[in-house]
């Protein structure tokens, strides 16, 4: 994160994020919060002077200017916190729109500030004043982030917590619908430790049966599958059924990455003859197209098309708009069922949840 000379602050950048491990249930005795999905970022503010660390320790600051001046107005002087910026778009959080956000023009940047503004969702406190909070118990952590930071106006927000599981267990069920991604459960008496697993994780757990389009090669072995191409057919009103992209699976051992490009083999076809040839998609273009891809320059988005006649059972957490929102993992494949009955209705609804309930 560069020199930081100017900061004079008990706890110095870079910091590593304390990290949650998967658990299936909620375990008790703990506090709990709704698991927000955005960008994991540790505020520093000394006076005027600002930086933001993502996850993996790199500043972020540029790309969040209006949190910036946010941070100057509303934030104590002198603190670090652990949090996640998110955008929310309507009544939800809007994953895409947060993605949007990291480019490398100003002027852009500038501009979607001003349209899709992002917000910061405090959930730590790692530092206030003088004093260092990393060798303080999470439940006075909790205590003393709800009394300086919970005052800030907007865009800064303190993410709501309870030690009652039951009404973890019904934000769970209804969070979901604003966009959040599960819950987190927090030991009370557990210190802050950077790049640990110490708090843990609960997420839905789904599965979906979807067609295999086609796969990328792996890019260390291009023989080999690097990710297997997951599509859904469409049930428009007009009965004109289309395959649509809706994520990938990638998740394999070398071994099995070679095995599957030979299982594979018997079906790759030509692109004019695969549902997401250009001629058929129209003005709708699929991620599977190359070109080059804004997450990592120069990285080849082409694929190798397959005939729609394979079907894959994956695990899946949720959805932003049409497609899984995260990678999805591979259970089995499944010979007997029919391609064509593999669709968006057998995907679970989600419950819309007004977001500004949650943030207050």
Not at 294 to 312: H, N, T
Request: charge should be neutral; hydrophobic fraction near 40%; proline fraction near 9%.
């Amino acid at each position: 994160m560069g020199d930081h000379r100017w900061v004079d602050l008990p706890v110095l950048p870079p910091v590593k994020p304390m990290l949650a491990k998967a658990v299936a249930k909620i375990p008790t005795g703990m506090s709990y919060e709704p698991k927000w999905d955005g960008f994991r970022a540790i505020v520093f503010r000394d006076g005027d002077e600002i930086e933001i660390g993502s996850r993996n320790t790199r500043s972020i600051r540029r790309y969040f200017p209006e949190l910036v001046e946010a941070f100057r107005r509303g934030l104590p002087d002198r603190c670090v916190l652990d949090g996640e910026i998110v955008v929310p778009v309507g009544d939800r959080l809007d994953w895409a729109a947060l993605g949007q956000r990291v480019h490398p023009a100003a002027s852009r940047i500038s501009r979607l500030a001003a349209e899709t503004p992002a917000r910061f969702v405090a959930f730590d406190l790692l530092a206030l004043g003088d004093a260092s909070l990393l060798d303080v118990g999470f439940a006075e952590r909790r205590r003393r982030l709800v009394e300086s930071v919970g005052p800030a106006p907007a865009p800064v927000h303190v993410t709501p917590a309870t030690p009652d599981a039951d009404e973890a267990a019904r934000w769970f069920a209804t969070f979901e619908g604003a966009g959040l991604d599960g819950l987190l459960a927090k030991p009370l008496d557990a210190p802050y430790q950077p790049d640990k697993r110490v708090m843990f994780k609960i997420k839905h757990d789904r599965t979906a049966d979807c067609v295999v389009a086609g796969y990328r090669p792996y890019a260390k072995e291009p023989t080999a599958v690097g990710s297997l191409l997951l599509g859904l057919y469409t049930d428009p009103p007009d009965g004109r059924r289309t395959l649509a992209a809706v994520g990938v699976s990638s998740a394999f051992p070398l071994e099995r990455r070679r095995s599957l490009a030979a299982e594979l083999a018997p079906l790759v076809t030509d692109l004019a003859a695969h549902p997401w040839a250009p001629e058929r998609m129209g003005d709708t273009r699929t991620p599977w197209e190359a070109g080059e891809s804004r997450w990592g320059k120069g990285k080849d988005l082409s694929f190798v098309p397959l005939r729609p006649e394979l079907v894959v059972e994956v695990r899946y957490d949720q959805l932003e708009g049409p497609r899984f929102r995260h990678t999805a993992q591979f259970v089995r494949f499944r010979p007997d069922r029919d391609p064509e009955s593999c669709g968006y209705a057998q995907l679970e609804e989600t419950v819309r949840y007004d977001l500004n309930q949650i943030l207050g």
